[in-house]
């Protein structure tokens, strides 16, 4: 058995050393804090009109609130996942945790919007590397084979968090107020923050497997070079925010398009943009199990799904957008945004199997930052520039054929993958039958 940069053997029986019911559990609090973490930041959405009125705030004041967190998250992720993954990620998402939920309290009793500003600042901090280091303490404590379906189920939490937020939020201002929905979000986000580190602990979590499979196999000695030394895993960080430019793009733009081809009211043309997303986050959870069963036996097919994900997602949605309005076009829609974010599960899977273990959680800030920096942030703003030009639906029509760059980046790693891995490894290629008959897998 060739060993990975990550505790897990390749059986089913496998799980690091850790109890499966207990893995589960991890799995559970982590996630249930990454819901908290959405809600938090976007159940300010869900206010803005409240807070226009009552502050008599202008769109760019509002903006601003709503925009500095994203910005935190993207200054302080790389950072802060490297201090977790030096210093223990159980009590760093603990603090993480605690500190975003005070900050949202802060939220509920901002008496201005200087206090209002300073609250949403310190939820920035305090959620900034949560994302990339608490998908590292998920995947350590299940078998190498399940990565794709964790990663891409963790990252669908956002998502659902986000859509629970802002339905939730709504609701508890219309018969509490603004500052009720603040303090619920905080309330159960500190409630988590206090569970977690009573539940999860560090010794209970530690790759023991892969410290013993370490001292047979040549040590990487600098781990820290293994998140940018080959070439498949930067193709991936490049691919991954690629294909998220896509999707990105069309969660933000889809309730204004609604609103202006589909003439749907705000409120209606909300709650399609949520199906929209919960189909994408969905597909994403879906996409992700397909990647771990195809792909158990042979580990490069990852790569080769990513690129189909990319190539469906540009033909289904290229067909839509070049679709008059009507149910035909949303079904497409619907059905190219679960494709669309079907990378997330692989490339997660990846950067894992091309990071040393140590360093998971940077890796994953690492591949946040590039999701963030290649496509969560230029998509939106770029295709409003666009949309300014040549009308939103024009817009739409190019959008899509991103993915066809993204998928020519995941067939760049495809090349180097199996190489870089077994560089990982500090070992060649395995033949495919030993010299005793028996079969080698890698």
């Keep these: 058995m060739a060993f990975h940069p990550i505790a897990a053997d390749d059986d089913d029986s496998s799980g690091v050393g850790v109890a499966r019911q207990y893995a589960w559990i991890v799995f559970a609090l982590t996630f249930g804090l990454l819901i908290s973490d959405y809600m938090s930041r976007q159940v300010l959405n869900a206010v803005f009109p409240l807070l226009k009125s009552e502050w008599a705030l202008?769109?760019?004041?509002?903006?601003?609130?709503?925009?500095?967190?994203?910005?935190?998250?993207?200054?302080?992720?790389?950072?802060?996942?490297?201090?977790a993954d030096r210093f223990g990620r159980v009590k760093s998402l603990a603090l993480m945790a605690f500190l975003w939920s005070v900050a949202t309290l802060g939220c509920a009793l901002a008496q201005d919007y200087q206090q209002m500003f300073i609250a949403r600042f310190m939820v920035g901090v305090g959620e900034a590397a949560y994302g990339s280091v608490g998908i590292a303490v998920v995947i350590s404590v299940f078998p190498k084979h399940m990565r794709a379906t964790l990663a891409s189920a963790f990252m669908a939490g956002g998502m659902f968090g986000s859509v629970l937020g802002m339905a939730l939020g709504g609701a508890i201002a219309a018969k509490l107020g603004w500052r009720w929905s603040f303090a619920g979000m905080s309330l159960f986000g500190l409630f988590l923050a206090v569970l977690y580190p009573l539940i999860v602990k560090e010794a209970r979590i530690a790759p023991k497997r892969a410290a013993q499979l370490a001292n047979k196999v040549a040590a990487v000695k600098r781990p820290l070079s293994t998140l940018w030394s080959s070439r498949s895993v930067v193709a991936t960080y490049i691919g991954s925010g690629l294909q998220l430019f896509v999707g990105g793009t069309v969660m933000v733009w889809i309730p204004s398009y609604l609103n202006r081809y589909?003439?749907?009211?705000?409120?209606?043309?909300?709650?399609?943009?949520?199906?929209?997303?919960?189909?994408?986050?969905?597909?994403?959870?879906?996409?992700?199990?397909?990647?771990?069963?195809?792909?158990?036996?042979?580990?490069?097919?990852?790569?080769?799904?990513?690129?189909?994900?990319?190539l469906g997602s540009c033909l289904l949605l290229s067909a839509a957008f070049a679709l008059h309005a009507g149910p035909v076009q949303l079904a497409l829609i619907c059905l190219g945004m679960a494709i669309a974010t079907g990378t997330t599960g692989p490339a997660g899977a990846m950067v894992a199997n091309l990071t040393h273990y140590s360093v998971h959680g940077t890796a994953f800030a690492t591949l946040t930052l590039a999701n963030n920096l290649l496509g969560l942030a230029p998509g939106p703003f770029l295709t409003g520039r666009v949309s300014d030009?040549?009308?939103?639906?024009?817009?739409?029509?190019?959008?899509?054929?991103?993915?066809?760059a993204a998928a020519a980046v995941f067939f760049y790693a495809k090349c180097h993958y199996q190489k870089d891995i077994a560089r990982l490894e500090g070992q060649s290629l395995p033949e495919p039958v030993s010299a005793a008959g028996i079969e080698v897998k890698l």
């Design 58 to 83: 202008s769109d760019g004041q509002l903006g601003l609130l709503s925009g500095i967190v994203a910005l935190m998250v993207g200054l302080l992720t790389f950072p802060l996942s490297l201090m």
């Design 262 to 310: 589909y003439d749907m009211p705000t409120d209606k043309a909300g709650g399609m943009a949520a199906i929209i997303v919960l189909c994408s986050g969905a597909g994403m959870i879906l996409c992700g199990m397909l990647s771990d069963r195809l792909c158990r036996n042979s580990p490069e097919r990852k790569v080769s799904l990513a690129i189909g994900f990319c």
């Design 389 to 404: 030009l040549i009308g939103l639906h024009a817009a739409f029509q190019l959008v899509p054929l991103v993915s066809l």
